[in-house]
């Protein structure tokens, strides 16, 4: 790669491609994606994996208790606090090849060329995979980025429960039963010197504009509901309009006058509903109870703290004559992204003679969570027709590559400080 110093260098595109091949075959789908799905057997095939090809670099590998697992490069000086890069390897359930896991093949890769182009960090370097990002599986997401920054308590976590209700603490057991890695003591949580987080953008700037690395400066807030109806079983032939207490009917009310409610103009505010659950799920039965998960965020903590207000509005008006509670589990603000490492990847692309851009993330990352610890950044490549949260989700080699380049020279830079 003309132009690359140190390890950015010696990223081998070869190399980086085949990981992801081989990472896909872990809970691969027919239509050429994955179901991965936080603290499942794939998800300890993954764990597995990636603790093989560190092991056969020499690499230290560790846990902790909320099943992060990082991957540790020595620096110079081994009481130096440790630079770090990654982001997740558990999936959605109908998710792609690359998001989350091109985080953590490209911070395998970036400790990998340093180790091929013989460079010497002064400070360790470490790959990390957190647990439970998607947060499709058990909620809230972004959880063991957010324990590891003292952001949830960990207990908390331990007790949550997946859709089947299934405990996490169960899960992660049976998870490391499966994938053991040697435990670091005590709560999870260390000091970190920088993070730095490659992944898709998972949108179509950077290809609708042609950019090779989108420079990210910050995410927006989102926040994650639970709404819950609760109505009154009855025979579906017999049951008059007015005796019925129908926990779907009184859902879809509270969902159109959602949907109508969170439609801004700008088309700045994201509002998904995406789980409905209805009890007991008879056709020949009035819906006793129904639930559905609401996922909402933009950039402005200020208008979700507004919606949020009316979606309670909605969710008194709307219940009778049934009765309906909407709970919040989740609410992260606005991160903005630390000005010096933003900088110190625009300059890396421009040293590199990559073609980059300023954006914002739309999506949540695990970075949201490490940015409170220390400084961070994040590095998005191109993905095709900015489709994720699908199977049929793709990137190029090259700009796999590229933005793995990106990731070397800014982590060999915060790593030498
Ligand atoms: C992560 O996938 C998110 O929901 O943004
Ligand atoms: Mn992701
Ligand atoms: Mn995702």
Request: with cysteine; glycine share 10%.
């Amino acid at each position: 790669m003309s132009g690359a110093k140190g390890g950015a260098r010696a990223v081998r595109e070869d190399r980086l491609w085949q990981r992801h091949a081989d990472m896909a075959k872990l809970g691969g789908t027919a239509k050429g994606g994955v179901n991965r799905q936080a603290l499942s057997a794939e998800d300890a095939a993954a764990r597995n994996l990636l603790a093989s090809w560190a092991h056969a670099r020499g690499f230290s590998v560790f846990t902790d208790a909320i099943g992060n697992l990082f991957v540790r490069r020595e620096g110079a000086d081994a009481t130096a606090v440790p630079v770090m890069s990654g982001s997740h390897m558990d999936s959605q359930p109908t998710g792609g090849r690359f998001d989350g896991m091109y985080g953590v093949l490209a911070a395998f890769e970036a400790l990998e060329a340093m180790e091929d182009a013989g460079v010497k960090t002064r400070r360790p370097v470490i790959a990390v995979a957190w647990t439970n990002e998607e947060g499709s599986r058990f909620q809230p997401g972004a959880m063991g980025s957010a324990v590891f920054a003292g952001r949830y308590a960990l207990d908390d976590m331990l007790a949550a429960k997946d859709w089947e209700g299934i405990a996490l603490r169960d899960a992660l057991a049976s998870t490391l039963a499966a994938a053991p890695a040697p435990m670091r003591p005590g709560k999870p949580g260390f000091a970190v010197a920088g993070y730095v987080e490659a992944h898709i953008e998972q949108g179509p700037r950077l290809e609708n504009e042609h950019k090779t690395i989108g420079v990210v400066t910050g995410i927006q807030g989102s926040r994650r509901y639970i709404v819950q109806v609760d109505g009154e079983e009855a025979h579906a032939g017999t049951t008059p309009r007015a005796a019925r207490k129908d926990a779907f009917a009184a859902a879809t009310r509270m969902a159109a006058a959602m949907y109508a409610a969170t439609a801004d103009e700008g088309d700045t505010l994201r509002f998904t509903i995406g789980r409905v659950e209805v009890h007991p799920g008879s056709p020949n039965t009035v819906p006793g109870r129904a639930g559905f998960t609401i996922d909402l965020r933009h950039p402005s903590d200020e208008i979700l703290e507004a919606q949020e207000k009316a979606l309670h509005e909605i969710v008194a008006r709307e219940a009778a004559p049934c009765a309906a509670r909407i709970e919040r589990v989740t609410n992260v603000a606005p991160t903005d992204f630390d000005p010096a490492v933003i900088d110190l990847v625009r300059a890396r692309a421009k040293a590199l003679k990559l073609p980059s851009m300023d954006m914002p993330s739309g999506a949540g990352h695990d970075a949201m969570h490490i940015a409170t610890l220390c400084p961070a950044g994040m590095i998005f490549v191109p993905c095709e027709r900015g489709i994720s949260h699908n199977e049929i989700e793709n990137a190029t080699p090259g700009d796999l590559a590229a933005g793995t380049r990106v990731l070397v020279a800014v982590l060999e830079e915060l790593a030498n400080r």
